[in-house]
């Protein structure tokens, strides 16, 4: 099986990084892909660009396979992230928009009532992020942190996206790219030593966050300091809630909405990410 690692040419918050990355030793053309699309290869790393959204390009893991006939483990997306703050970050974080009802659009990609199986590399690979981070002197000046499960594309396999924000200026910032790169790196084992955050089963315990901001700053707290896997995070904006006039709000049963759905989503997709 393979690791797919995804970059579109139209974020250079994703072409910088995977130019880095491509700029390490060991890569060679990957195979053709019919829909106009970049593949390279390194050991079973395989780096696949392309000029579209990078959140609207639904089932890449199925789409590969289906071109390549080589089966995809798990998928990275290289990307920008934006805020309203304007603070340099790196970010990681899981997709999927599992508070949304059937007849809802997302904004962002994805399927509404969705969630992707968390990339069990989440939490270990924010640690290295950050060692890498201080080490490069990117510290404190861009914040490592860890982002709420939000918009899409939809895939198969576990997932993330790792992130560079918050404007154009940082977008484009070589030294943050070449972090990435090296994360990216030393992350799949590509540096010759062990690969970073492959999950073994081994009963070790798993976060998922219910509840707080986009930022999650509680559970980053605990992840960067106990070392505990990450599944998906709940913002409070993923846990819509409506109180029935019938009802006072004071029990579980007069509380109606999404968050309930969004939670057992959620939930359901960490537990097959551990399977």
């Known amino acids: 099986m393979v690791v797919l690692v995804v970059a579109t040419a139209s974020d250079p918050a994703s072409i910088g990084p995977a130019a880095a990355f491509l700029a390490m030793p060991g890569w060679s053309p990957g ?6 699309m970049e593949s390279f290869t390194n050991g079973d790393v395989r780096l696949l660009k392309h000029e579209r959204s990078i959140i609207a390009e639904d089932d890449l893991d199925n789409r590969w396979q289906a071109a390549t006939g080589e089966a995809v483990s798990e998928v990275i997306f290289l990307s920008k992230h934006t805020a309203v703050s304007n603070r340099p970050a790196l970010t990681v974080h899981p997709i999927g928009v599992p508070h949304l009802r059937e007849d809802e659009t997302p904004p962002q990609g994805g399927r509404p009532g969705w969630a992707a199986l968390p990339n069990p590399r989440i939490g270990p690979w924010l640690r290295l992020m950050q060692k890498i981070a201080v080490d490069q002197g990117l510290v404190p000046e861009f914040e490592i942190t860890l982002e709420a499960t939000h918009h899409g594309p939809v895939t ?14 940082y977008w484009c910032r070589q030294d943050a790219a070449q972090a990435i790169a090296l994360v990216l790196w030393k992350g799949l084992g590509l540096d010759e030593g062990n690969t970073v955050g492959s999950w073994q089963g081994n009963s070790e315990k798993v976060l998922l966050g219910i509840g707080g901001g986009h930022y999650a700053p509680r559970h980053m707290d605990i992840v960067i300091k106990d070392g505990i896997w990450v599944g998906h995070l709940l913002s409070g904006y993923s846990l819509p809630m409506e109180v029935s006039p019938q009802g006072n709000g004071k029990s579980y049963s007069d509380v109606g909405g999404m968050w309930k759905h969004s939670i057992k989503g959620a939930s359901r997709a960490g537990k097959r990410m551990l399977s």
């Open 31 to 36: 195979p053709p892909i019919p829909e106009g």
């Open 156 to 169: 198969n396999t576990p997932t993330m996206f790792v992130e560079i924000g918050s404007t154009e200026e």
